[in-house]
């Protein structure tokens, strides 16, 4: 219903001896106060950032951690959050508020592109997946469409593509993550406190099941890596402490291919060693009661390490370092 003067309203409301000022101040604070607010008002934002709970493409898989950014938002309406504060906690949440669970939650932003499950050519894809970061925060936070000058300047355009990748250079240290504990640095020491006394206890038992196990997701592993172009299988195989900071980006995405393939584990082992191992497990679940209740987790994103790739403009006969900079 639409009422022309504040007046109007108070009587349709509250009767012809209502006080207009009153009624509507009253109106408006219950309206502000009630959680619906920011649920309301929060789907325009989850709608700017592109937030989403799968990943797209055919298989579509949940991403079960992915409301708590939901969540978020909804709550940081609610409180009345400054808007400064706002920003800051999605793009550099982790850095700004270290030990606020939801500053991590809060950069989850940078997560919500869509992911393709058994997308091989592992360069391109995170190519893609970085490009999207930058694009959405150019609409989302600058007003603006940046996208178009990724691939060379344009006549009439102010945004120069040295500026594009100047910008993406700000976002090309990432590693993201769908299960980074949402938890305090106090609660995680905690945790891994009680963690590391469960895995002394158990060590024996957990040794037996990974000998049946192992040989198993070898195998599948080497049959999984087999799928991907030669560089990459390269970077899968070689130990994480050697790979530059690309190659475990590179190697990172993939390995989620090789996760999926474990899945089928269980499915794969067979008569006796199959009887063996449910009976280890039994045995396993014996000291549940020692091992720490899993932290919860969120979808986020941390750095790849102390000194993130290089960022080239991809120019066809001499790609050129940038820096971070604004545009």
């Known amino acids: 219903v639409l009422?022309?003067?504040?007046?109007?309203?108070?009587?349709?409301?509250?009767?012809?001896?209502?006080?207009?000022?009153a009624v509507w101040e009253n109106a408006v604070d219950r309206l502000l106060a009630s959680p619906h607010y920011g649920e309301r008002w929060g789907r325009h934002w989850l709608d700017l950032v592109r937030y989403v709970e799968s990943d797209g493409y055919r298989l579509d898989s949940f991403r079960p951690n992915a409301y708590r950014f939901r969540d978020y938002v909804i709550k940081s309406f609610n409180d009345d959050?400054?808007?400064?504060?706002?920003?800051?906690?999605?793009?550099?949440?982790?850095?700004?508020?270290?030990?606020?669970?939801?500053?991590?939650?809060?950069?989850?932003?940078?997560?919500?592109?869509?992911?393709?499950?058994?997308q091989r050519h592992v360069r391109n894809q995170w190519t893609e997946m970085v490009s999207e970061v930058v694009d959405v925060t150019g609409e989302a936070f600058l007003g603006l469409s940046v996208g178009c000058a990724r691939c060379h300047d344009h006549k009439f355009d102010p945004i120069l593509q040295k500026d594009y990748f100047a910008l993406k250079s700000f976002f090309d240290g990432i590693m993201p993550s769908e299960d980074l504990p949402y938890a305090t640095g106090a609660?995680?020491?905690?945790?891994?406190?009680?963690?590391?006394?469960?895995?002394?206890?158990?060590?024996?038992?957990?040794?037996?099941?990974?000998?049946?196990?192992?040989?198993?997701?070898?195998?599948?592993?080497?049959?999984?890596?087999?799928?991907?172009?030669?560089?990459i299988q390269a970077m899968l195989n070689k130990p994480a402490?050697?790979?530059?900071?690309?190659?475990?980006?590179?190697?990172?995405?993939?390995?989620?291919?090789?996760?999926?393939?474990?899945?089928k584990l269980d499915t794969q082992i067979k008569g006796a060693e199959k009887d063996r191992l449910l009976a280890l497990r039994k045995e396993l679940a014996k000291f549940d009661t020692e091992k720490p209740a899993a932290l919860p987790m969120c979808q986020a994103t941390r750095e790849v390490g102390v000194q993130p790739p290089p960022t080239m403009i991809l120019k066809k006969s001499n790609p050129t370092p940038i820096d971070p900079a604004f545009l």
Request: no cysteine; net charge negative.
């Open 81 to 118: 959050k400054p808007y400064d504060r706002f920003v800051q906690e999605q793009i550099a949440g982790d850095e700004l508020y270290p030990d606020n669970p939801d500053a991590l939650v809060a950069i989850g932003f940078l997560t919500h592109g869509i992911y393709e499950f058994n």
């Open 187 to 231: 609660q995680q020491q905690e945790y891994g406190r009680k963690q590391a006394a469960w895995l002394q206890k158990s060590a024996s038992i957990r040794a037996q099941i990974d000998a049946i196990e192992n040989p198993v997701r070898k195998k599948n592993a080497v049959s999984a890596t087999s799928k991907f172009p030669k560089d």
């Open 3 to 21: 009422f022309r003067s504040v007046e109007e309203f108070a009587i349709a409301w509250h009767g012809a001896n209502a006080k207009p000022q």
């Open 241 to 263: 402490s050697e790979r530059a900071p690309l190659e475990q980006q590179l190697a990172t995405l993939a390995y989620r291919q090789l996760l999926f393939e474990y899945e």
